[in-house]
């Protein structure tokens, strides 16, 4: 069965670093677009940034624009997330996800992904 598998959540101060990956359990299955989002208690789970197959459009939630970078190697089925500058509002379960090949795609919306991690805590503290 197909899997996403997160990693490199943590803990960290206000202004740290940390880089999340999440890889496919099936390095041949192929994805269209990837994307991160997140969920920090009692809110609704949010768009985090979001990257297309081929690796040349990349989406931002305004709040991370400047700060976090998603990237993803086709080869290896993984998709990165490097976050930096880190804030306390950053602090929150992050989730990988995935949309199955073909047909469009919407990369902000949650509905549109096929394929989800079990999320990674990230706790930022101030």
């Known amino acids: 069965q197909l899997q996403l598998i997160e990693s490199g959540g943590g803990l960290v101060q206000a202004g740290g670093s940390l880089r999340l990956s999440c890889a496919a359990s099936?390095?041949?299955?192929?994805?269209?677009?990837m994307g991160w989002f997140r969920q920090a208690p009692g809110k609704e789970r949010e768009f985090v940034a979001a990257?297309?197959?081929?690796?040349?459009?990349?989406y931002y939630a305004d709040s991370v624009k400047g700060r976090f970078t998603i990237s993803r190697d086709n080869a290896k089925n993984t998709v990165y997330l490097q976050m930096n500058s880190l804030k306390p509002e950053d602090t929150a379960v992050y989730y990988c996800?995935?949309?199955?090949?073909?047909?469009?795609?919407?990369?902000?919306?949650?509905?549109?992904?096929?394929?989800w991690g079990q999320g990674t805590q990230v706790t930022v503290s101030s």
């Open positions: 996800a995935a949309d199955g090949w073909g047909g469009s795609w919407d990369p902000m919306t949650p509905g549109e992904y096929d394929y």
């Open positions: 990257v297309s197959w081929s690796g040349g459009n990349t």
């Open positions: 099936v390095r041949t299955f192929r994805f269209d677009g």
